[in-house]
């Protein structure tokens, strides 16, 4: 059984950032993800990191201003968020996809609880 935990997630000003947390547990040779869930919103991918962390992935919306990583020796994987926008406010999900590259939401294998991120304007 995989278990994900984010944390970070908090109220920053326009311009600042975060920087968010998934530590996992179980099976974690996979690739992960983080998306992002607004209110009134459907679910959507922000960016994705392969197994190895050799490959990543980023939504148009948030690239040159997100960096995932990931370190497998402590089960965890980062988003770090620096410029933020209003429009960056949302829940934000950790995602772990054992057969493909976590940047699908019918794909994702396993969610975490989600972490609030508010940005003010």
């Known amino acids: 059984q995989v278990q994900l935990v984010e944390s970070g997630g908090g109220l920053v000003q326009a311009g600042g950032s975060l920087r968010l947390s998934c530590a996992a547990s179980?099976?974690?040779?996979?690739?992960m993800g983080w998306f992002r869930q607004a209110p009134g919103n459907e679910r959507e991918f922000v960016a994705a990191?392969?197994?190895?962390?050799?490959?990543?992935y980023y939504a148009d919306s948030v690239k040159g201003r997100f960096t995932i990583s990931r370190d497998n020796a402590k089960n965890t994987v980062y988003l770090q968020m620096n410029s933020l926008k209003p429009e960056d406010t949302a829940v934000y999900y950790c995602?772990?996809?054992?057969?493909?590259?976590?940047?699908?939401?019918?794909?994702?294998?396993?969610w975490g609880q989600g972490t609030q991120v508010t940005v003010s304007s």
């Open positions: 995602a772990l996809d054992f057969a493909t590259r976590a940047t699908i939401v019918g794909q994702i294998d396993y």
């Open positions: 179980g099976r974690t040779f996979s690739a």
């Open positions: 990191i392969s197994w190895s962390g050799r490959s990543t």
